[in-house]
């Protein structure tokens, strides 16, 4: 459900129909709203985070199209007609996505800011290359910025995560 | 950031010294700065200080206070202003001197100039350039506007 | 929060010059918004109407025309850096593109973007400056090709007029036996300094093409420093290095800042010359 907004008389709008976690979603928004707080205060998914606000910690990552995109830094009409994925969309039917219980199981997360975007981009990066290198993740990574972890632990997360998805599939 | 020019004029210093007086006509020589207005002759004036770096313009409301007067020999001033659409203020020091050589005008400012606020986001280094710029072509332009008036008279 | 805006959405480059023309400066072209909208968030710029050039057809290709590689403006930096074309016939701009900002910015910048903003820390210009490239621009009624020696003015500022749309990014084929390199530092958020270094090789170095950027207001070729290496054998060209990277480095125009000190800046030109040099004979 997406709360409607107070307008200005003639303020221009946007019709914007797009996929959100797998459910179609029609909203009305104005050509300067951004992405990222359309997601978080309009529909209420406030897994995607604020953070640096100039698209270079990746904390506010969601994917488009399968591909990642700074929501702090893209408007949100450029999502009419596309595929948005975020964190809260990930699991199915209760099932944690592979991802998600490596990260828990590899301890890729301490205070768990970044995580959301991390995950997203690690999906993004696996949905590219199922079996990447290290320095291919971390290269894909390296736009993603975690304080706690040092790093590591989310390495083996992903790696974790992409031979088991690689095993299933 | 600190700045010092100096720029000879063919002009005896009386002249100079009293062209800076003029208001009007040295603010003119300031490049982007636009309605000087006398608030207290000798003490305060106002100005306009509009500049532009590509697509980013700041126009700066500015108040100049006149700190210490040398007669025909130095003055000190401080002119101050804040952008508020943009969220930034200037502030410089300006100490100008002159001397006679050779039977010339020696006209010589030192600037300290402080971007404080958004705009100093843009970047220390353009900044800085776009000051220097900004001195020289107002060194330039006073001594183009006092000799070439020396010439018609 | 951005403040309120009209978006206006074209359906010819024509047209789009026309709004340009018709609003002047309350008025700016986007397209992947990644230096636009950062500008605009933080107050620094506003403008009452971004005019999208996305659904604009015809401008985000890579093309063979003629030996010569088209580049469409609209292209984004991961289209350039997976395109087939590329990879095949300018290996080095495929690792420079894959190589700028974040996997975020590249998804939705476009190159054509990059140029235009100008911003001073970007990698693209400093390349297609030793590739010889040309830059196309349309207005409303009208089409030039402009030299990349030409385009970069000054910091954020290049010299198209107000109602010019970039649209397309033309680099001649280099020689059959070419030695083509960037290389950039930094430990910021961009690049501090990039050099880039494309060479005709047939025995010796018969043409050498150097530029300098990121250090500086803008990317430029450094005309002192190609001379020392054009005509020379490898090995000598390699013992003019040094001083070829002392020129460059002082046609960088490099300035003190956070990014490092002047002096520290030329050094890195130098250091970053000697390695592209290398890397470019093999």
Same mark, same amino acid.
């Given at each position: 459900?997406? +709360?409607?907004?107070? +307008?200005?008389?003639?303020?221009?709008?946007?019709?914007?129909?797009?996929?959100?976690?797998? @459910?179609?979603?029609?909203?009305?928004?104005?050509?300067?709203?951004?992405?990222?707080?359309?997601? @978080?205060?309009?529909?209420?998914?406030? &897994?995607?985070?604020?953070?640096?606000?100039?698209?270079?910690?990746?904390?506010?990552?969601?994917?488009?199209?399968?591909?990642?995109?700074?929501?702090?830094?893209? $408007?949100?009409?450029?999502?009419? &007609? +596309?595929?948005?994925?975020?964190?809260?969309? $990930?699991?199915?039917?209760?099932?944690?996505?592979?991802?998600?219980?490596?990260?828990?199981?590899?301890?890729?997360?301490?205070?768990?800011?970044?995580?959301?975007?991390?995950?997203?981009?690690?999906?993004?990066? $696996?949905?590219?290359?199922?079996?990447?290198?290290?320095?291919?993740?971390?290269?894909?990574?390296?736009?993603?910025?975690?304080?706690?972890?040092?790093?590591?632990?989310?390495?083996?997360?992903?790696?974790?995560?992409?031979?088991?998805? +690689?095993?299933?599939? | 950031?600190?700045?010092?020019?100096?720029?000879?004029?063919?002009?005896?210093?009386?002249?100079?010294?009293?062209?800076?007086?003029?208001?009007?006509?040295?603010?003119?020589?300031?490049?982007?700065?636009?309605?000087?207005?006398?608030?207290?002759?000798?003490?305060?004036?106002?100005?306009?200080?509009?500049?532009?770096?590509?697509?980013?313009?700041?126009?700066?409301?500015?108040?100049?206070?006149?700190?210490?007067?040398?007669?025909?020999?130095?003055?000190?001033?401080?002119?101050?202003?804040?952008?508020?659409?943009?969220?930034?203020?200037?502030?410089?020091?300006?100490?100008?001197?002159?001397?006679?050589?050779?039977?010339?005008?020696?006209?010589?400012?030192?600037?300290?100039?402080?971007?404080?606020?958004?705009?100093?986001?843009?970047?220390?280094?353009?900044?800085?350039?776009?000051?220097?710029?900004?001195?020289?072509?107002?060194?330039?332009?006073?001594?183009?506007?006092?000799?070439?008036?020396?010439?018609?008279? | 929060?951005?403040?309120?805006?009209?978006?206006?959405?074209?359906?010819?480059?024509?047209?789009?010059?026309?709004?340009?023309?018709?609003?002047?400066?309350?008025?700016?072209?986007?397209?992947?918004?990644?230096?636009?909208?950062?500008?605009?968030?933080?107050?620094?710029?506003?403008?009452?109407?971004?005019?999208?050039?996305?659904?604009?057809?015809? *401008?985000?290709?890579?093309?063979? =025309? =003629?030996?010569?590689? /088209?580049?469409?403006? *609209?292209?984004?930096?991961?289209?350039?850096?997976?395109?087939?074309?590329?990879?095949?016939?300018?290996?080095?701009?495929?690792?420079?593109?894959?190589?700028?900002?974040?996997?975020?910015? !590249?998804?939705?910048?476009?190159?054509?973007?990059?140029?235009?903003?100008?911003?001073?820390?970007?990698?693209?210009?400093?390349? *297609?400056?030793?590739?010889?490239?040309?830059?196309?621009?349309? !207005?409303?009624?009208? !089409?030039?090709?402009?030299? /990349?020696?030409?385009?970069?003015?000054?910091?954020?500022?290049?010299?198209?007029?107000?109602?010019?749309?970039?649209?397309?990014? !033309?680099?001649?084929?280099?020689? %059959?036996?070419?030695?083509?390199?960037?290389?950039?530092?930094?430990?910021?958020?961009?690049?501090?300094?990039?050099?880039?270094?494309?060479?005709?090789?047939?025995?010796?170095?018969?043409?050498?093409?150097?530029?300098?950027?990121?250090?500086?207001?803008?990317?430029?070729?450094?005309?002192?420093?190609?001379?020392?290496?054009?005509?020379?054998?490898?090995?000598?060209?390699?013992?003019?290095?040094?001083?070829?990277?002392?020129?460059?480095?002082? %046609?960088?125009?490099?300035?003190?800042?956070?990014?490092?000190?002047? =002096?520290?800046?030329?050094?890195?030109?130098?250091?970053?010359?000697?390695?592209?040099?290398?890397?470019?004979?093999?």
């Amino acid at each position: 459900m997406s +709360r409607p907004m107070l +307008r200005h008389s003639d303020a221009q709008t946007i019709e914007v129909s797009f996929t959100l976690n797998g @459910r179609l979603q029609e909203i009305e928004v104005e050509p300067h709203e951004l992405l990222l707080n359309v997601i @978080r205060e309009r529909l209420g998914l406030t &897994g995607v985070k604020l953070s640096c606000d100039v698209q270079v910690c990746g904390a506010c990552t969601l994917l488009v199209d399968g591909r990642p995109v700074s929501a702090c830094t893209t $408007l949100a009409f450029e999502v009419r &007609g +596309r595929s948005v994925l975020t964190i809260e969309g $990930l699991a199915e039917d209760g099932k944690l996505h592979p991802l998600q219980d490596a990260f828990i199981e590899h301890g890729g997360f301490q205070c768990g800011f970044c995580t959301p975007g991390m995950i997203l981009a690690a999906k993004a990066l $696996l949905d590219e290359n199922p079996n990447p290198t290290e320095d291919e993740l971390k290269h894909f990574m390296h736009g993603n910025i975690c304080r706690c972890t040092g790093y590591k632990k989310i390495i083996e997360s992903i790696m974790a995560a992409a031979k088991l998805m +690689r095993e299933r599939a | 950031m600190q700045f010092q020019k100096e720029v000879e004029i063919a002009v005896p210093l009386e002249k100079v010294w009293n062209f800076i007086w003029d208001v009007d006509r040295f603010i003119a020589c300031v490049p982007g700065c636009r309605e000087a207005k006398t608030l207290e002759a000798g003490k305060r004036y106002s100005a306009t200080m509009v500049e532009k770096v590509g697509p980013f313009k700041v126009e700066f409301p500015t108040i100049i206070e006149v700190l210490e007067r040398d007669e025909l020999r130095r003055i000190k001033a401080r002119a101050s202003g804040a952008d508020n659409k943009i969220g930034s203020r200037m502030k410089i020091e300006l100490d100008v001197n002159l001397r006679e050589q050779g039977g010339k005008t020696v006209l010589g400012f030192i600037a300290g100039v402080d971007i404080l606020g958004k705009l100093a986001a843009l970047g220390h280094g353009i900044i800085k350039r776009k000051a220097d710029q900004v001195l020289d072509e107002f060194a330039q332009a006073v001594k183009k506007r006092l000799e070439g008036d020396s010439q018609d008279a | 929060m951005l403040r309120r805006f009209r978006l206006e959405e074209p359906e010819s480059v024509q047209e789009a010059a026309d709004l340009l023309s018709r609003y002047g400066d309350g008025a700016k072209v986007y397209a992947g918004g990644t230096e636009l909208l950062l500008a605009m968030k933080e107050g620094l710029v506003h403008y009452e109407r971004l005019i999208n050039v996305k659904q604009l057809k015809g *401008l985000n290709e890579v093309k063979l =025309d =003629d030996g010569t590689v /088209s580049i469409g403006a *609209l292209c984004t930096h991961h289209q350039l850096e997976t395109a087939p074309l590329l990879k095949e016939r300018l290996p080095a701009l495929v690792e420079l593109e894959k190589n700028v900002a974040n996997v975020r910015v !590249r998804q939705a910048g476009t190159i054509g973007g990059n140029l235009c903003f100008a911003e001073p820390h970007a990698d693209p210009g400093t390349l *297609l400056l030793a590739l010889g490239a040309t830059l196309v621009a349309q !207005r409303s009624s009208s !089409r030039r090709e402009i030299a /990349s020696a030409d385009f970069f003015i000054d910091a954020y500022e290049t010299c198209l007029a107000a109602d010019e749309v970039l649209s397309e990014i !033309r680099i001649p084929a280099p020689a %059959a036996k070419s030695g083509i390199a960037y290389l950039k530092f930094g430990y910021l958020e961009r690049p501090s300094v990039g050099v880039a270094i494309a060479l005709t090789l047939n025995g010796g170095i018969s043409d050498a093409k150097i530029a300098v950027g990121c250090a500086g207001p803008a990317p430029k070729r450094v005309a002192e420093a190609e001379a020392m290496l054009t005509g020379k054998s490898i090995e000598e060209a390699s013992r003019n290095l040094a001083s070829a990277g002392q020129a460059a480095g002082r %046609a960088a125009q490099a300035i003190s800042d956070l990014h490092g000190a002047q =002096d520290y800046k030329e050094h890195i030109v130098g250091v970053l010359l000697k390695r592209a040099f290398q890397r470019a004979v093999g």
